[in-house]
């Protein structure tokens, strides 16, 4: 079974930056491609950034170029370093595989971007 434990949320003022962190458990971690989500409030949750195994990343429009993904295999983790940020990102974050496992799902972590 795998557990996804996201951190590293909180209040930032337009134009800071976090990082958020996902540390994973279970043998499927390391072969995986993971991602980070987000849902804001009132909308469905969308994929953010994805990094397959090898390393390959991908990101949404709406974030290229202000979020690195990347990730850790030896710790299981993956990281989420976001900069730039606007009140359009505030949302809570979640990780999962891609495509994501319903299964999986973790308590994810609050990001809230406001002055």
């Known amino acids: 079974q795998v557990r996804l434990v996201e951190s590293g949320g909180g209040l930032v003022q337009p134009g800071g930056s976090l990082r958020l962190s996902c540390v994973g458990s279970g043998s499927i971690f390391s072969y995986s491609s993971m991602g980070w989500y987000r849902q804001a409030p009132g909308k469905q949750r969308e994929l953010v950034a994805t990094?397959?195994?090898?390393?390959?990343?991908n990101y949404a429009d709406s974030v290229k170029g202000r979020f690195t993904i990347s990730r850790d295999n030896a710790k299981n983790t993956v990281y989420l370093q976001m900069s730039s940020l606007n009140s359009e990102d505030t949302a809570v974050y979640y990780c999962?595989?891609?495509?994501?496992?319903?299964?999986?799902w973790g308590q994810g972590t609050q990001v809230t971007v406001s002055s």
């Open positions: 999962n595989l891609v495509p994501s496992r319903s299964n999986y």
């Open positions: 990094i397959t195994s090898f390393g390959s990343t």
